[in-house]
């Protein structure tokens, strides 16, 4: 559903949105858009809510996960730039860092780590800062050292087939 005057879109039945390569999902979704420029503003995520973005494009199981009851998303020009995850929130990220020599980027880690309240500040599509809140718990792993089975968090599903390019994409194959 959407108010065009308000600027709110409602997606029901197994919503996805897309903005870039981040995908999130949950059980409903509200999107708010600046009702004057029509961009997109904010969206919330209720019940079983799950963000994910790819880490690299040549690499097909590296992705940073955020899941929790309630996902708050805000975007500035389009793109993701804060996130908070509400209750039972997990989070898996990798971590980089840039040699000061060879300006090489380096991973040194994947963090997982479990809180009442998670904040994800974004800086272009790279994670900058990850903040928990009320009970942490994680762990640091070297990037040689991570469990594969840790590699998902549980109900990960990357469903980058479903996005849609163009407004064509809406009609799938029909002519």
Not at 29 to 42: F, G, V
Not at 118 to 146: M, T, W
Request: charged fraction near 30%; proline fraction near 2%; charge should be negative.
């Amino acid at each position: 559903i959407y108010n065009q005057t308000k600027g709110l879109m409602q997606f029901y039945k197994d919503p996805i949105l897309f903005s870039g390569d981040n995908q999130v999902t949950g059980d409903f979704i509200e999107a708010y858009t600046n009702a004057k420029t029509e961009k997109l503003d904010s969206m919330k995520v209720f019940n079983n809510a799950f963000a994910i973005a790819k880490v690299d494009s040549l690499k097909d199981n590296e992705f940073n996960q955020i899941k929790g009851k309630y996902l708050t998303v805000l975007f500035q020009d389009d793109k993701i730039d804060f996130v908070n995850v509400q209750e039972n929130a997990v989070a898996l990220t990798y971590m980089d860092d840039t040699d000061a020599k060879t300006k090489k980027i380096e991973r040194y880690g994947i963090n997982i780590s479990y809180c009442g309240i998670i904040e994800v500040d974004l800086v272009g599509k790279d994670v900058d800062k990850v903040a928990c809140r009320i009970k942490s718990d994680g762990k640091l792993y070297p990037h040689s050292q991570f469990p594969d089975e840790l590699r998902y968090l549980p109900d990960f599903k990357w469903r980058i087939k479903e996005r849609l390019n163009t407004w064509k994409d809406i009609f799938g194959d029909s002519k």
